[in-house]
């Protein structure tokens, strides 16, 4: 593995945080609480970690395809690199605690009843996942190198903000488990 770039070391920092924050989450709790619902709405835990993993699987491959296109066409370039006003803005909107609500296209619908069993190995899996992407992106031109952004039509991010969005986008999830452990009518008996 070689040296990664600031922007992707700090990126590889915060995919290694998540792993750390959804483990110490679920840790202990059984499959009731993981599926429970605070007052019946909302996400459960559970949902709340399979839709990561459903979007991160998805935005695994396109990653892949993306990055291996890239170096092909040798678009390599140093930084650094930023995000742009429009990915300041869609940053800022995907970090917890929400600011704005968005509805889940119906492809990032999380099914209920899920084994933590399950759900979390798939979670630490695709972490290493995207920290392999990251390694196999370092030297590449960040801002260059596009992405399609997953059902926005031909909308297409750099390479950097998509990273970064699905860091935002996994903390946002994550804090929102968190909400629900720590809501007041969470089953005891961890």
């Known amino acids: 593995m070689s040296l990664l770039s600031p922007e992707l070391a700090e990126l590889e920092r915060q995919f290694a945080a998540a792993k750390v924050e959804a483990t110490e989450l679920v840790s202990g709790l059984r499959g009731p609480q993981f599926n429970w619902r605070p007052d019946g709405r909302g996400w459960s835990m559970a949902e709340c970690m399979l839709h990561l993993n459903m979007v991160g699987d998805r935005y695994v491959h396109v990653l892949e395809t993306t990055v291996a296109e890239a170096r092909a066409q040798g678009l390599v370039g140093q930084g650094p690199f930023g995000y742009g006003w429009l990915g300041k ?21 999380p099914t209920d009843d899920q084994p933590v069993t399950a759900v979390l190995p798939t979670f ?12 196999q992106a370092n030297g590449l031109n960040l801002a260059r190198v596009k992405v399609p952004a997953l059902e ?5 991010f750099n390479l950097l903000l ?20 720590r809501h007041a009518k969470f089953p005891a008996g961890r």
């Open 89 to 109: 803005w869609i940053l800022v909107n995907t970090e917890p605690p929400p600011k704005r609500r968005y509805r889940a296209p119906r492809r990032f619908m």
């Open 124 to 135: 630490l899996h695709l972490q290493g996942q995207l920290a392999l992407l990251l390694d």
């Open 152 to 156: 926005a039509g031909r909308l297409r």
């Open 162 to 181: 998509t990273f970064a969005w699905i860091a935002a986008h996994q903390r946002r999830h994550l804090w929102q488990a968190g909400q629900v452990l």
